[in-house]
C-alpha cells in the first residue's frame, strides 16, 4: 500500500471511529485559552479538524507546591479559573465544540461534526487534603486526576518524590474510595511504583495512565515497567502510550513516530489489545519527529494500518479502550 492510499484508509478510518487524546495540557499554556486559534498550542479545533481527532482530555496541570492552607486555596482558586476558561470556550464555539463527561457524549458530538472536550486535572495537589475540594472538582465536570506530579503530596509519592509515604497517604486512600464512589477515573502517571500498586489494591475501578510509556524501551523513571502494564491490564485499566521524547527513546533527539508505534506494539505483543491508548502530552512537551501536534495525530493511523493493524484494534487504541474504562467509571444511576 503506498503513502496516499494509506491516507485515505487512515482518514476513512477515523471517519467511522472514535479518536481520544487522553492527554493534553493546552489549557496551562497561555492566560488567552482560544480553541479556535490554530496557531495558538499544539491541540486546538482546527488542529483536530485537520488530524480528524473527536476528543482531547484538557487537562489544567498544576505543579507541586507548598502545601500549607493558604497555598492549597490559591492553587484550587487557580484551578476553577481554568476550568472555567474551558467551560467559556465551549460556550463561545457551540456549533464546533462541546465539553463531555460521558462516553456517549463524545459520540454524539462526533455524529454532529463537533470536537469533544473532557476536563482533567494533572496534580491531586490541587484539592490539597479536601474531599469538599475534590467533590467540588466533579462537579465541574472533571472526569480524571492525575494523583500526583513531579514531587509527593498529600495524597500520595510521586515517580519523583521522596517516597514520603511508601505509597498512598492514608488521605489518598479516601480519595481513591471518592474518586471510585463520584465517577472520576484515577490517572496513576507520575505516580511512584509503590502509589501504583496501593491505587490497584485499593481501587474497586479500573485506572488508567494518561499519558505513560514503556520502560522496557525506553529506561525513564515516569514509564511502566513490564509488570505493571501487566497488573494495569489484570484490573482492566488501560496505558496510554505518551508521545514524549523523554519517554519514548533513551536519545531524546532521535525519538519518532515510528518509536511510538513500538511502544502500541509492546503492550499489544504483552497484554493484548484491549489495555492501550494514545495521550500525547501536547502542549505539556509532548512531540515527535512525524508528529508534533494534533493535525499530525493521523500519522498514529497510517503507521498502524502498514504495521498490519485491523480496524477493529485501531478503533480500541484510538479511543475504545479509554471510553471502555469511563464507562465502568461512570457514576452508578447516570445514563
Given at each position: 500500500?503506498?503513502?496516499t492510499e494509506?491516507?485515505?484508509?487512515?482518514?476513512a478510518?477515523h471517519?467511522q471511529?472514535?479518536?481520544?487524546?487522553?492527554?493534553?495540557?493546552?489549557p496551562?499554556?497561555?492566560?488567552?485559552?482560544?480553541?479556535t486559534?490554530r496557531?495558538?498550542?499544539?491541540?486546538?479545533?482546527?488542529?483536530?479538524?485537520?488530524?480528524?481527532i473527536?476528543?482531547a482530555?484538557m487537562?489544567?496541570y498544576?505543579p507541586?507546591?507548598?502545601?500549607?492552607?493558604?497555598?492549597?486555596?490559591?492553587?484550587?482558586n487557580?484551578t476553577?479559573?481554568?476550568?472555567?476558561?474551558?467551560?467559556r470556550?465551549?460556550f463561545?464555539?457551540?456549533d464546533?465544540?462541546?465539553?463531555?463527561f460521558?462516553?456517549?457524549q463524545?459520540?454524539?458530538l462526533?455524529?454532529?461534526?463537533?470536537?469533544?472536550?473532557?476536563?482533567?486535572i494533572?496534580?491531586?495537589?490541587?484539592?490539597?487534603k479536601?474531599?469538599e475540594k475534590?467533590?467540588?472538582f466533579?462537579?465541574f465536570?472533571v472526569?480524571y486526576?492525575?494523583?500526583?506530579?513531579?514531587?509527593d503530596?498529600?495524597?500520595c509519592d510521586?515517580?519523583?518524590g521522596?517516597g514520603?509515604?511508601?505509597g498512598l497517604?492514608?488521605?489518598?486512600?479516601?480519595v481513591?474510595?471518592?474518586?471510585?464512589d463520584?465517577?472520576m477515573?484515577?490517572?496513576?502517571?507520575?505516580?511512584?511504583?509503590?502509589?501504583?500498586?496501593?491505587v490497584l489494591?485499593?481501587?474497586?475501578?479500573?485506572?488508567i495512565?494518561?499519558h505513560?510509556s514503556?520502560r522496557a524501551l525506553c529506561?525513564?523513571?515516569r514509564?511502566?515497567?513490564?509488570?505493571q502494564?501487566?497488573?494495569?491490564?489484570e484490573h482492566?485499566?488501560?496505558m496510554?502510550?505518551?508521545?514524549y521524547?523523554?519517554?519514548?527513546?533513551?536519545?531524546?533527539?532521535?525519538a519518532?513516530?515510528?518509536d511510538?508505534?513500538?511502544?502500541?506494539?509492546h503492550?499489544?505483543d504483552?497484554?493484548?489489545i484491549?489495555?492501550v491508548?494514545?495521550?500525547?502530552?501536547?502542549?505539556?512537551?509532548?512531540?515527535?519527529i512525524g508528529?508534533?501536534?494534533?493535525?499530525?495525530?493521523i500519522?498514529?493511523?497510517e503507521k498502524?494500518?502498514a504495521?498490519g493493524?485491523?480496524?477493529?484494534?485501531?478503533?480500541?487504541?484510538w479511543?475504545?479502550?479509554?471510553?471502555?474504562?469511563m464507562?465502568v467509571?461512570?457514576?452508578?444511576?447516570v445514563v
Amino acid at each position: 500500500m503506498n503513502q496516499t492510499e494509506l491516507s485515505e484508509k487512515a482518514q476513512a478510518l477515523h471517519r467511522q471511529i472514535v479518536t481520544i487524546d487522553s492527554h493534553c495540557d493546552t489549557p496551562t499554556v497561555s492566560e488567552e485559552l482560544d480553541f479556535t486559534n490554530r496557531d495558538g498550542s499544539k491541540v486546538n479545533i482546527p488542529l483536530m479538524q485537520e488530524g480528524m481527532i473527536d476528543c482531547a482530555f484538557m487537562a489544567v496541570y498544576i505543579p507541586q507546591g507548598p502545601r500549607d492552607e493558604e497555598s492549597i486555596e490559591n492553587v484550587f482558586n487557580e484551578t476553577i479559573t481554568i476550568l472555567r476558561k474551558i467551560l467559556r470556550e465551549s460556550f463561545k464555539h457551540p456549533d464546533s465544540l462541546g465539553v463531555c463527561f460521558y462516553p456517549e457524549q463524545i459520540k454524539k458530538l462526533k455524529n454532529a461534526d463537533k470536537k469533544a472536550v473532557v476536563m482533567a486535572i494533572e496534580n491531586g495537589y490541587a484539592f490539597g487534603k479536601s474531599l469538599e475540594k475534590l467533590e467540588r472538582f466533579y462537579q465541574f465536570g472533571v472526569r480524571y486526576i492525575t494523583l500526583c506530579h513531579n514531587g509527593d503530596n498529600d495524597i500520595c509519592d510521586s515517580a519523583f518524590g521522596s517516597g514520603e509515604w511508601g505509597g498512598l497517604s492514608p488521605f489518598g486512600r479516601n480519595v481513591v474510595r471518592d474518586m471510585n464512589d463520584w465517577g472520576m477515573m484515577i490517572d496513576v502517571s507520575h505516580s511512584a511504583v509503590s502509589t501504583f500498586y496501593d491505587v490497584l489494591k485499593y481501587s474497586q475501578k479500573p485506572v488508567i495512565a494518561s499519558h505513560s510509556s514503556c520502560r522496557a524501551l525506553c529506561d525513564h523513571g515516569r514509564n511502566l515497567d513490564d509488570e505493571q502494564i501487566k497488573a494495569l491490564a489484570e484490573h482492566q485499566g488501560v496505558m496510554q502510550i505518551a508521545l514524549y521524547k523523554e519517554f519514548i527513546n533513551n536519545n531524546p533527539d532521535e525519538a519518532s513516530i515510528d518509536d511510538a508505534i513500538k511502544h502500541i506494539r509492546h503492550v499489544v505483543d504483552l497484554v493484548g489489545i484491549d489495555y492501550v491508548g494514545i495521550g500525547s502530552d501536547f502542549d505539556g512537551g509532548g512531540e515527535l519527529i512525524g508528529c508534533r501536534d494534533a493535525s499530525e495525530l493521523i500519522r498514529i493511523t497510517e503507521k498502524l494500518i502498514a504495521e498490519g493493524f485491523d480496524d477493529e484494534s485501531i478503533a480500541k487504541i484510538w479511543g475504545g479502550n479509554l471510553m471502555r474504562v469511563m464507562e465502568v467509571n461512570k457514576r452508578e444511576g447516570v445514563v
